[in-house]
T-cell receptor
């Protein structure tokens, strides 16, 4: 089946540091999303990025569809960036649901 | 942007009882999705709910345990039936609000079964 693998599983940063999170997937992509789940469990949509590069403030994401990976960059990290970051892709076709990776748990220390 | 409202946000329930979770979208959508997130785990799809037809369940999930209603294009409910402590999870609904913009999730229902 389709696989979505994320690395690293855990990451501890000092406030102000930069980081790169990686997502590898086993099949072609027509929907690749990055989410941030905050400590209260709310899942926030960060990027919809099946290909190319997007930026939103201190966050940016790049997906290289031909090589089946996506990267999420966090610059100048803040304590509010803490939480779990998930990437997810869908099956495509008529199946619209998402398959999630296991996530990267980020802790930003003051 | 459109909003997904989910309630209750959290509940503590006795084993053997049932809880119904509601998901309301402020625009019409064809498909609504229900996910479960067990403690410390990733999200797993429970079922897909289409208006006017029975929900489609993923492997490992059955209608008797997780009955779903989809009475119109903006609303769905998921019931967790005959609960046990193993059902303690976060339950989330999701929709694709606009093609090409990805999927959006409700704020989730944190369920604890005691």
């Amino acid at each position: 089946g389709i696989q979505v693998e994320q690395s690293p599983p855990d990451l501890i940063l000092q406030e102000g540091a930069n980081s790169t999170l990686r997502c590898n997937f086993s099949d072609s992509v027509n929907n690749l999303q990055w989410f941030h789940q905050n400590p209260w469990g709310q899942l926030i949509n960060l990027f919809y990025i099946p290909s190319g590069t997007k930026q939103n403030g201190r966050l940016s994401a790049t997906t290289v569809a031909t090589e089946r990976y996506s990267l999420l960059y966090i610059s100048s990290s803040q304590t509010t960036d803490s939480g779990v970051y998930f990437c997810a892709k869908n099956y495509g076709g008529s199946q619209g649901n998402l398959i999630f990776g296991k996530g990267t748990k980020l802790s930003v220390k003051p | 942007s459109a909003v997904i409202s989910q309630k209750p946000s959290r509940d503590i329930c006795q084993r053997g009882t049932s809880l119904t979770i509601q998901c309301q979208v402020d625009s019409q959508v064809t498909m609504m999705f229900w996910y479960r997130q067990q403690p410390g785990q990733s999200l797993t799809l429970i079922a897909t709910a289409n208006q006017g037809s029975e929900a489609t369940y993923e492997s490992g999930f059955v209608i008797d345990k997780f009955p779903i209603s989809r009475p119109n294009l903006t609303f769905s409910t998921l019931t967790v039936s005959n609960m046990s402590p193993e059902d303690s999870s976060i339950y989330l609904c999701s929709v694709e609000l606009l093609p090409g913009y990805g999927y959006t999730f409700g704020s989730g229902t944190r369920l604890t079964v005691v």
